[in-house]
């Protein structure tokens, strides 16, 4: 794991936006195209805005969803709702897919299968994505990965179905997929989350962020997140 500490949060967003549009390129002169799953978050959507402005060969890009609260289509509680207003709305030519979370099945169970079949589909059996965009959460969750859920102990699926969490039920990726992914962009920014951070560099096991993966992974934190003295 290897970190960047950026002197605020628009700094990380820009320095975010940089590193997946170099990741994108070098995937498609690679293997012809690029898989990414994104997250939500303040932070992220504005590196998602100066995405959209990056040399990105979007044709070859294919965009998946890391997690996805269960709301109706077009909710502002969606992920894919800023997904559109943060980065799709913007870009003059359209990715090759936006491959979004089923979360209007009635049936959760379901809609994680759906999905997994979909990640095969495009990403292979078992599914590898080319890079894997995360949060961390006050508490260490990630994706919708939070203390305690069943989900955290579920076996080998890529998708499940969580609990109710801040409101809302959820699609989520799983650490076995999270694991898979070429490469892992942590983005964190914020003095309240600086202890929890430092939980993830330990690879503490006891928060959920720290049972990803790590070896594969850049963080990009911003002063106060990341323990710079005299940052808050």
């Known amino acids: 794991m290897r970190e960047e500490i950026l002197p605020d949060a628009e700094a990380v967003a820009r320095r975010g936006a940089e590193v997946i549009a170099e990741a994108a390129r070098e995937a498609v002169a690679a293997r012809g195209r690029f898989l990414l799953a994104t997250s939500g978050g303040s932070t992220p959507w504005r590196m998602l805005r100066h995405l959209a402005e990056a040399q990105v060969p979007w044709p070859e890009v294919h965009l998946f969803q890391v997690d996805e609260r269960v709301a109706p289509a077009g909710s502002p509680d969606r992920n894919l709702t800023n997904l559109h207003t943060a ?10 897919g936006v491959h979004a979370m089923p979360v209007e099945l009635p049936d959760l169970d379901r809609a994680a299968a759906a999905y997994a079949k979909t990640l095969r589909r495009f990403a292979g059996s078992p599914p590898v994505l080319d890079m894997v965009h995360l949060g961390l959460g006050e508490d260490g969750h990630t994706a919708s990965l939070v203390p305690g859920d069943p989900v955290l102990e579920g076996g080998d699926v890529d998708v499940a179905g969580t609990g109710p969490y801040a409101g809302h039920r959820r699609l989520t990726l799983t650490v076995p997929l999270l694991d898979r992914a070429r490469q892992i962009i ?8 600086a202890p929890v951070l430092e939980a993830l ?8 962020a720290g049972r990803v993966r790590s070896d594969n992974a850049v963080i990009l934190s911003d002063a106060a997140a990341g323990g710079v003295p005299g940052t808050s």
């Open 87 to 96: 980065l799709l709305d913007h870009l003059t030519a359209p990715p090759a």
């Open 186 to 193: 942590w983005v964190v920014t914020g003095a309240s989350k």
């Open 201 to 208: 560099r330990r690879g503490d096991r006891r928060i959920p």
